[in-house]
């Protein structure tokens, strides 16, 4: 959705990380950059003007000209200044002292408030509460089954006791929603109301009777962020007509400019609260102003893809799995497809990458990364046998043959799969030997038999004699490699003159000593 305002913001920076004093050409060079970059990507007018005025404010101030880096000190401004206009910190869900917590949502048709009504269900449902969708637009044809449909994926229960189509009041829906799901034991309560393909008077009409009816608890605007600068106008209308706490951001995944949604919040002064980023049901969470701000910038959003790897990996096997590749024993290939599966349900390949920093650079690389390359090496390895999947060394010309025409691939693609995986197997057991350096786990501490045997039989002695001098080891207290001066009959017993057995000449009291 971002990625021409982050293509422009990380050209601009690259520029400035060149230079070791930023001059007030440079600043205001700069921030002219920003205000086009931020006006290429639909972000509103008295935004844009707000943003570079602070910007710029801060950017001539002490924290920039006392830096020791004052190109990234600038970054770092436009960071935070990204992450205040965003919203600042992430806006909880309010949950009401006595449940069920009521939610409204509100918004122009085809905003996708159906569709979000059943993600946030979902979202709800995985962090321990008992939601009930509420069918309460009665005017669109099929809204109510779309619900049940979306209820039914989620595994929320809906409560829809008129067929809609224009038949039943969607006021008197709402009111009887409350006490079913205190019956029911609900906590949360999520309605679905009708929209309009514009702002007019009946659509605030009705807004507002539900409003009145049920008294909600959160009252979420739902905006289509591809729309331009009608979010900001319909926003706008809305706040005045019905009011809202919060605004939810629905397809983020498109190829929109979406500056336009970064403008509700600053003209409405009410908080992104979440984020749909796709068209799955987990394709859904709280919007984070901070990671968003460093998607923006190209710095990545590491915290957003750990979350989604604990979520998706067991803590059990994840350890085991571990243990397998730090010691390079053991993987098979039955491992990799079981690794390959986990990663898979974390979301697309390309979606995950783009959380790394510096990925806005690789763009054109990540486009053409295709999730159905990961299904064709599944479909591999599942046409091997057990045997095969354990030991792949055994895999011979004609199990290639049969394994290819099994997965309905060439036998070439089937072959590279096979040498792919022993040369992962080979990099696994070298970092699990630390690769051959000291101070690396396992680095340094083996040698090689031909290497022992050469350190037992010693170093060898030059020929030189004055070489071979030097490298003998001291001796008779000699401290410089030279050897002591011989004495004649040093170091030698009279002939005949033999010690007893166990004497020990320390015990040897001899004048002199105490």
Do not use: Y
């Not at 096997?317 to 349900?345: I, N, P």
């Amino acid at each position: 959705m971002f990625e021409t305002l982050s293509d422009r913001l990380t050209s601009v920076f690259s520029s400035l990380r060149a230079k070791g004093r930023l001059s007030e050409a440079d600043i205001d060079a700069t921030c002219r950059e920003i205000r086009i970059a931020l006006l290429e990507a639909d972000v509103a007018l008295p935004v844009v003007r707000a943003f570079v005025a602070q910007v710029k404010e801060r950017a001539r101030g002490a924290e920039v000209s006392q830096a020791l880096n004052p190109a990234q000190q600038v970054v770092k401004i436009v960071n935070d200044e990204l992450i205040e206009i965003l919203g600042g910190e992430t806006r909880r869900l309010r949950l009401a002292k006595t449940p069920p917590t009521v939610v409204m949502l509100a918004g122009l048709q085809g905003s996708g408030k159906t569709t979000l009504a059943g993600k946030l269900a979902r979202w709800l449902r995985d962090q321990g509460h008992a939601p009930l969708l509420v069918a309460a637009d009665l005017q669109r044809p099929n809204a109510v089954q779309q619900l049940a449909v979306m209820g039914e994926r989620a595994e929320v229960a809906v409560f829809a006791p008129e067929p809609g189509n224009g038949v039943g009041d969607p006021v008197d829906v709402a009111r009887r929603s409350i006490e079913h799901a205190k019956r029911q034991q609900h906590d949360v309560v999520i309605i679905d109301t009708a929209g309009r393909l514009g702002i007019d008077a009946e659509l605030m009409r009705q807004a507002a009777d539900i409003r009145d009816a049920v008294t909600p608890d959160e009252i979420l605007f739902v905006v289509d962020a591809m729309i331009g600068q009608d979010a900001v106008t319909t926003a706008q209308a809305f706040m005045e007509g019905v009011g809202f706490d919060g605004v939810v951001l629905t397809k983020l995944d498109g190829d929109a400019r979406g500056g336009a949604a970064l403008s509700v919040r600053h003209i409405t002064g009410r908080p992104i609260m979440f984020a749909s980023t796709g068209e799955k049901l987990a394709d859904f969470d709280a919007f984070h102003p901070d990671r968003m701000a460093s998607r923006i910038l190209d710095m990545g959003d590491v915290l957003t893809l750990i979350e989604q790897a604990q979520k998706t990996f067991d803590e059990e096997q994840a350890a085991k799995m571990a243990g397998k590749l730090t010691s390079g024993d053991g993987f098979t290939l039955d491992d990799f497809l079981e690794q390959m599966a986990m990663v898979q349900k974390m979301g697309p390949i390309k979606n995950l990458l783009g959380m790394m920093p510096g990925m806005g650079q690789m763009r054109d690389q990540l486009n053409q990364i295709d999730d159905r390359d990961l299904d064709r090496v599944a479909a591999i390895i599942r046409s091997m046998t057990p045997a095969e999947r354990t030991d792949p060394k055994i895999i011979n010309g004609s199990r290639r043959a049969r394994i290819a025409r099994g997965s309905g691939v060439s036998v070439t693609e089937v072959s590279s799969l096979v040498v792919r995986f022993f040369e992962a197997q080979k990099m696994m057991k070298r970092v699990a030997g630390g690769m051959g350096l000291p101070g690396m786990p396992g680095g340094g501490a083996r040698k090689s038999a031909k290497a022992q045997k050469k350190a037992k039989k010693g170093r060898r002695v030059s020929g030189d004699p004055r070489k071979a001098a030097l490298g003998k080891k001291p001796q008779g207290g000699g401290e410089s490699g030279i050897p002591a001066p011989k004495v004649p009959g040093a170091g030698k017993l009279p002939p005949g003159l033999q010690l007893p057995p166990g004497f020990d000449p320390s015990k040897l009291k001899l004048p002199g000593q105490n």
